[in-house]
């Protein structure tokens, strides 16, 4: 029997540094939602914790949302 989690169970670090919200969302564990409304209220800033692609979709930056969870946007941003 194999005893790892399948992938709809299982999502590791991630490997690159922006993802597509639903990707971001099985990381993280923010719904859809969530990450609509932190955009919509300006939470997230575009250039910061989210970028748009040339194609229009919306990519999350990992490493701007650690930035925002800790407080360090506020210093960044200073």
């Known amino acids: 029997m194999n005893s790892q989690p399948s992938n709809s169970e ?11 919200v639903r990707t971001f969302c099985l990381a993280s564990g923010y719904s859809p939602k969530a990450v609509y409304r932190k ?4 939470d997230w800033v575009q250039g910061r914790e989210y970028r748009k692609a040339p194609d ?3 990519l999350i930056d990992y490493e701007g949302v650690q930035r925002w969870i800790t407080g360090l946007h506020r210093a960044a941003s200073n």
């Open 10 to 20: 299982f999502v590791g670090p991630p490997r690159f540094r922006f993802a597509l």
């Open 39 to 42: 955009i919509e209220r300006g």
């Open 56 to 58: 229009g979709r919306i």
